[in-house]
């Protein structure tokens, strides 16, 4: 089956320090990634999304890019603040009939140093 | 972005009651929710797939008759753990995506603010 997965359970950066949290996956078909983050006691949340035509996607602070040739991303963050103390998750939707399920990487848990 | 809510945000409960978890769409129609465990330190688990007038499609090894799902009406699902017992406490967290229109970009989802259960 397809698997997602992290290369690091943590990071921990000094504050105003850039981070880079990587994640490969397995199956080549795969064709859009989606990067969230989840805080302490909380649900996660989306960050940023890539598609396979695409090399790289920039948002807010972040940039997420993606490595086909060797099946990998990775999620950077700017500037890391300590609001970016965070389990970070790569995750590989897939579409059934009806519904989007998502496989989850393991997640990164970032800790952001003063 | 679509907003979940999620309730209770923590429950504290004894062996043997049954404890339900609501899960809201506030701005959108949900035809299908999904229903994750999570452990500390751990990724989320998928446990079941809730679809709007039907039944929900469980993963293999979640316990149907354990975990009871309704999904009613469009914008509500809910989870019972029934007789809950201390192997039961768990982070419990729902999503669904925003399915207007359906495509693959769409397939972010959007969860709920995740239930503490604690079973003593």
């Known amino acids: 089956g397809e698997s997602v997965g992290l290369h690091l359970p943590t990071l921990s950066v000094q504050e105003g320090d850039n981070s880079i949290i990587n994640c490969a996956y397995s199956?080549?078909?795969?064709?859009?990634f989606i990067w969230y983050k989840q805080e302490s006691g909380k649900g996660p949340q989306f960050i940023i999304d890539?598609?396979?035509?695409?090399d790289k996607r920039q948002g807010q602070r972040v940039t997420v890019l993606l490595n086909k040739t060797v099946k990998h991303l990775s999620l950077q963050i700017a500037a890391t603040q300590p609001g970016d103390s965070a389990v970070y998750f790569c995750?590989?939707?897939?579409?059934?009939?009806?519904?989007?399920?998502?496989?989850f990487g393991d997640g990164t848990t970032l800790t952001v140093k003063p | 972005g679509a907003v979940v809510s999620q309730h209770p945000s923590w429950v504290i409960c004894k062996s043997g009651t049954s404890v339900k978890i609501e899960c809201r769409s506030l701005?959108?129609?949900?035809?299908?929710m999904f229903w994750y465990r999570q452990f500390p330190k751990q990724s989320l688990m998928l446990m079941a797939t809730?679809?709007?007038?039907?039944?929900?499609?469980?993963e293999q090894g979640v316990e149907k008759d354990k975990f009871l799902i309704n999904h009613a009406s469009l914008t509500l699902s809910t989870l019972t753990v029934t007789s809950a017992h201390p192997e039961d406490s768990s982070f419990y967290i729902c999503s669904t995506v925003n399915e207007v229109p359906f495509s693959a970009t769409n397939e972010k989802l959007f969860f709920g603010s995740g239930t503490q259960l604690s079973v003593l």
């Open positions: 995750a590989r939707p897939s579409l059934n009939t009806n519904a989007g399920k998502s496989t």
């Open positions: 890539i598609r396979s035509n695409m």
């Open positions: 809730s679809n709007e007038g039907s039944k929900a499609t469980y």
């Open positions: 199956n080549s078909a795969s064709d859009y």
């Open positions: 701005d959108f129609q949900a035809t299908t």
